[in-house]
């Protein structure tokens, strides 16, 4: 092809995508008045994506209440409301435990609605002091370090430190601290257990791990020799036939009382918390150990027949169908994430790509105000792609209510962050597909009298969104698989929803598993649509030529 030859596309390529429908759009000779519709469209989905509710902690009926749901007996998640357990907001899971159960018997105390929020264990603090939670009640100690974050309530359980070991292992015998010497021990990130560890003579401790999930799976494979639990953790990781085993320790770890207590976490100044007091102070101790062994007892599982790679396949036939609606709602939640993010992201790409490419004009005022922009726009790429999309969550949900008074719900977060953090990456590939396009067809627009924003709509736009649309679908790719971070604020996507199961069944090879073959089988469809889309955009039959130029024909 000459210098001065246009490539476009014929309209019957629009159902193919929405790149593809960018692509027939900007190929067009449209009118402002056209794109004025786009523009009101885009704006029109980006306030249904940010109608959804806004928190209701504001509400002066309700007790929010924030724990993991995932660190049985304390607390765990499950599908039905069996036994006393509560919903938990926005999913149709239940949670129930120790710690459900006594805040139950404190939001009757305070007269409230309980509301159960779930949430990352190193995202329970921020979601107090930020607002977003009135309780944390998650089997948290009330350590010297947390206490001078937050304020607590008297304890509501005391407990004792044991060791968590593979229940065939070397140390399925162990009785005291001694016998781990040489051994690898890991305990929870941001806990006491982990200080504790290096009491033990010559022990390999490992780094801390995020939650008792990964730790238990580490002891199981063999990753680890051991863990740092407290009692009723340890019995119910061994009650559930996954081939744990709990070991005392005689003598054991040497702890404060507040170290191995479990209290109510409240907001700093709270007057609350003398009112949390009595409504405890009600409850004896001979009930609370009663209430734990209920809990416990509730944690046994009933497990499938068979031995082997029978049995793993059983399991994983009766963790699909007891959660096949989870996976469905997680799954959904994930590809409207990626898709509706990566759209705007596209959107947000062209805008911020266009002006790094356009040329400086030879007014004076014209410059300085296009440099200005300029100027943004790499601030905003940089500092977008030069952070983590989890601190951008994190920042996002919880920083704007701290400082800034923004409630944003999970969702709305969700979306604001996968967009703002795919406009910054696509920006770079539509700077980059602008700047692939040669410029003869430039000069070949101004020779014929196109200003700039003629050249880029009706020239250089179509050529540079079809090199970009594999790009476009790789970054689709990618953010299918990075919502997975958007956990650590509580969004009940695809992981989210796997971490809540495996909190309930503790089979963690056989829940994780499935979860991998859905993202698998999400990846692969993408990137066979893509290819097919490929093949579209390089079919000749797929342009028109007339003269000395290809062109699309007209869409009406």
Do not use: C
């Amino acid at each position: 092809m000459g210098g001065n030859t246009v490539l476009t596309l014929r309209p019957k390529l629009i159902t193919t995508g929405v790149g593809l429908f960018l692509l027939n759009y900007f190929s067009r000779r449209i009118k402002m008045k056209r794109f004025m519709n786009v523009v009101l469209l885009i704006m029109v989905g980006i306030i249904g994506i940010f109608s959804f509710p806004m928190s209701t902690f504001a509400e002066e009926n309700t007790l929010r209440v924030g724990l993991e749901a995932a660190y049985p007996p304390f607390n765990w998640t499950q599908q039905t409301g069996q036994n006393g357990a509560v919903p938990i907001e926005g999913s149709n899971e239940f949670a129930n435990g120790y710690d459900v159960q006594m805040a139950k018997k404190i939001a009757e105390g305070l007269g409230k609605r309980l509301v159960l929020v779930k949430i990352e264990w190193d995202g329970l603090v921020p979601a107090l002091t930020s607002g977003r939670i009135d309780l944390i009640m998650a089997g948290m100690s009330p350590t010297a370090e947390r206490a001078k974050q937050i304020d607590f309530s008297d304890a509501y359980y005391e407990s004792d430190l044991v060791m968590v070991v593979n229940a065939k292992g070397k140390y399925a015998n162990a009785s005291k601290l001694d016998d781990f010497t040489g051994a690898g021990i890991v305990a929870q990130l941001n806990t006491f257990h982990d200080t504790v560890i290096d009491q033990i003579p010559g022990v390999n401790h490992l780094e801390p791990m995020s939650d008792f999930s990964i730790m238990r799976v580490a002891v199981q494979t063999g990753k680890a020799d051991g863990y740092v639990a407290e009692r009723p953790e340890a019995m119910a990781a061994e009650t559930a036939g996954v081939g744990i085993k709990m070991v005392d320790l005689n003598p054991g770890f040497d702890t404060d009382k507040a170290d191995t207590s479990i209290a109510i976490g409240i907001k700093k100044g709270n007057p609350i918390r003398e009112r949390l007091n009595q409504i405890l102070s009600d409850v004896s101790k001979e009930d609370r150990l009663e209430l734990m062994d209920e809990m416990n007892i509730l944690q046994n599982k009933e497990e499938n027949e068979g031995e082997g790679l029978e049995r793993f396949l059983n399991n994983m036939k009766t963790i699909f169908i007891e959660n096949k609606s989870n996976f469905i709602r997680g799954t959904g939640y994930t590809v409207l994430i990626s898709f509706v993010g990566t759209v705007l992201g596209l959107v947000l790409g062209l805008i911020v790509g266009i002006i790094r490419t356009i040329p400086e004009s030879l007014k004076k005022g014209k410059n300085f105000v296009l440099n200005i922009f300029k100027v943004l726009a790499n601030i905003y790429v940089q500092v977008l792609r030069g952070t983590p999309m989890i601190v951008q969550s994190v920042l996002v949900y919880f920083g704007l209510l701290q400082f800034a008074g923004i409630n944003l719900s999970p969702m709305q977060a969700a979306f604001l962050v996968v967009s703002v953090n795919t406009g910054a990456y696509l920006s770079e590939v539509v700077r980059g597909g602008i700047n692939s396009i040669d410029k003869g067809q430039f000069e070949a627009a101004r020779s014929l009298g196109m200003n700039h924003y003629q050249t880029m709509v009706h020239v250089v736009l179509p050529q540079a969104i079809k090199n970009i649309i594999p790009a476009i679908g790789n970054e689709f790719i990618v953010n299918i698989k990075d919502t997975s971070v958007l956990n650590v604020i509580a969004v009940n996507e695809l992981f989210f929803t796997t971490k809540s199961i495996v909190g309930g069944n503790l089979m963690y090879f056989e829940t994780y598993l499935i979860t991998s073959i859905i993202y698998l089988t999400l990846t692969l469809s993408i990137a066979y649509f893509l290819h097919f889309v490929e093949r579209l955009l390089a079919d000749p039959n797929s342009y028109v030529k007339t003269g000395n130029t290809d062109v699309m024909k007209s869409a009406n």
